[in-house]
């Protein structure tokens, strides 16, 4: 294991399409299954590439929302805060 935790071969961090990837499980209630493979089949790519593209998608969206913009301003600040605490 390298220093980060990641599986390396001879010192060497090994990549995926020049970058890292992290593999996760995730349960779905089976007709959210089924249209995600239907979406798949129609779109004509792996299952795999239809959750990650709807995934970016999902992020961009938040990212542009101003309410989740001050959500997220919120907790950066309690954690700021809250980190700035534990280190005195």
């Not at 961090?13 to 959210?32: A, E, G, S």
């Not at 990650?52 to 998608?57: D, P, W």
């Not at 938040?62 to 809250?82: H, S, T």
Request: net charge positive.
């Amino acid at each position: 294991m390298s220093p980060c935790g990641k599986r390396s071969f001879n010192g060497v961090v090994r990549w995926y399409h020049d970058t890292m990837t992290k593999n996760l499980t995730i349960r779905l209630p089976d007709d959210l299954a089924a249209d995600a493979e239907a979406l798949a089949r129609v779109e004509g790519q792996s299952l795999n590439e239809t959750v990650k593209q709807s995934l970016i998608e999902a992020v961009e969206r938040r990212r542009n929302n101003p309410k989740f913009k001050a959500r997220l301003a919120k907790i950066i600040k309690e954690d700021r805060e809250l980190l700035e605490r534990l280190a005195k």
